[in-house]
């Protein structure tokens, strides 16, 4: 792949996905799996990557009252040691990791289509099953090296756990932790990756989030915007797995 070309990819995916308070991490591990990166340069790079697009998107939805602390507290407790130790899983075949990838991705996508656009009504959520679903989810985050708002989101929305902006900040804050736990379990990987190929996808994500942050609220349709992104993360899903299959 051109370096012009994907690096084109990463803004475009950072917008996107920033617009409904994702990261892109999966997108990003799917091209530099085309890229053909190895495993343990890929890990760290998509994490910095959701990193730099959530960080901006998390202080717009701060700024604008989004943020549920009381409510979102347990899921983001939880999550951050449960994600450490699934970043300091190391892989002995990379066949594996990417089984696991793609399956997960798999998974996560059909949900996000189904998730509808607005809730009727607001549940509360008991801390014991915040609790709960922020540990898997921080786990499976860790293990693959994504963020976890594209698992968070749409159990929130079927959980009717709040408002689509809040469901979005949860999100958001949800990526910010969990991407800066996996980065600690991944620490080492972190010191020797290659800067001078890093370094530029992390500007051009950090100008495509800022975008997509800002324009999500005001420009365009969320349902639509997660339905695209649902089809991103399946696409994301057969790329990683079309040479990786178990059989």
Not at 175 to 188: E, R, Y
Request: hydrophobic letters at 55%; proline letters at 4%; aromatic letters at 14%.
């Amino acid at each position: 792949m051109e370096w012009y070309l994907l690096i084109n990819l990463f803004f475009v995916i950072a917008l996107v996905y920033a617009s409904v308070g994702f990261g892109g991490g999966s997108s990003y591990l799917a091209l530099l799996a085309v890229v053909g990166l190895s495993v343990v340069v890929m890990r760290p790079t998509a994490l910095l990557c959701n990193l730099m697009v959530v960080a901006g998107g998390t202080w717009v939805f701060f700024r604008e009252g989004q943020v549920e602390w009381k409510r979102i507290w347990p899921l983001l407790v939880s999550s951050v040691p449960m994600s450490y130790v699934g970043a300091t899983i190391t892989f002995s075949r990379e066949d594996v990791y990417f089984q696991i990838l793609g399956f997960a991705l798999l998974l996560a996508a059909p949900f996000l289509w189904l998730q509808p656009h607005e809730q009727s009504s607001v549940r509360p959520l008991s801390v014991v099953w915040s609790f709960a679903i922020g540990s898997a989810i921080g786990f499976v985050s860790g293990l693959v090296s994504i963020g976890g708002g594209i698992f968070l989101s749409p159990v929130l929305y079927f959980l009717s756990w709040g408002r689509a902006r809040q469901i979005s900040a949860a999100a958001s804050l949800f990526i910010l932790v969990n991407s800066l736990s996996g980065l600690a379990g991944q620490w080492q990987q972190v010191l020797d990756l290659p800067w001078r190929f890093v370094a530029p996808l992390l500007v051009v994500v950090v100008a495509g989030g800022q975008i997509g942050s800002r324009l999500g609220a005001r420009k365009f349709d969320p349902l639509w915007i997660r339905r695209i992104t649902a089809v991103l993360i399946a696409v994301a899903a057969v790329f990683v797995l079309k040479d990786h299959w178990i059989f």
